[in-house]
């Protein structure tokens, strides 16, 4: 069982930015595939990052280039840099991984099969 635990959320205006971190149980990291995903109000939830248990990167077409995943295999974390902050990045984001030395999925936001709880990032223009 993976616990994952998202935190570093909150209010910002556009442009601005924001950092989240996902920390988890066990010997996580190095083993599976790691993402974030988000989920507007009234809108399907949607990928916008993975890393796979090599460090091979992946996003989503909304976020290139305002985005960086990354992970710290020694602490358990995973991160979210997120620059140049738009409204329409206003969402729930959600960390999530694969099952144990699962690949990611072809497309940003498959294949996983746990879910933190989630951390509300809010972006006001």
């Known amino acids: 069982q993976v616990q994952l635990v998202e935190s570093g959320g909150g209010s910002v205006q556009a442009g601005g930015s924001l950092r989240l971190s996902c920390a988890a149980s066990?010997?996580?990291?190095?083993?599976?595939?790691m993402g974030w995903l988000r989920q507007a109000p009234g809108k399907e939830r949607e990928g916008v990052a993975h890393i796979d248990k090599d460090g091979i990167t992946t996003y989503a077409d909304s976020v290139k280039g305002r985005f960086t995943i990354s992970k710290d295999n020694a602490k358990n974390t995973l991160y979210l840099q997120m620059n140049s902050l738009k409204p329409e990045d206003t969402a729930m984001y959600y960390c999530?991984?694969?099952?144990?030395?699962?690949?990611?999925?072809?497309?940003?936001?498959?294949?996983?099969?746990?879910w933190g709880q989630g951390t509300q990032v809010t972006v006001s223009s």
């Open positions: 066990g010997n996580t990291y190095s083993r599976r595939c």
């Open positions: 999530a991984a694969t099952a144990t030395w699962s690949k990611c999925g072809g497309v940003v936001g498959q294949n996983f099969h746990y």
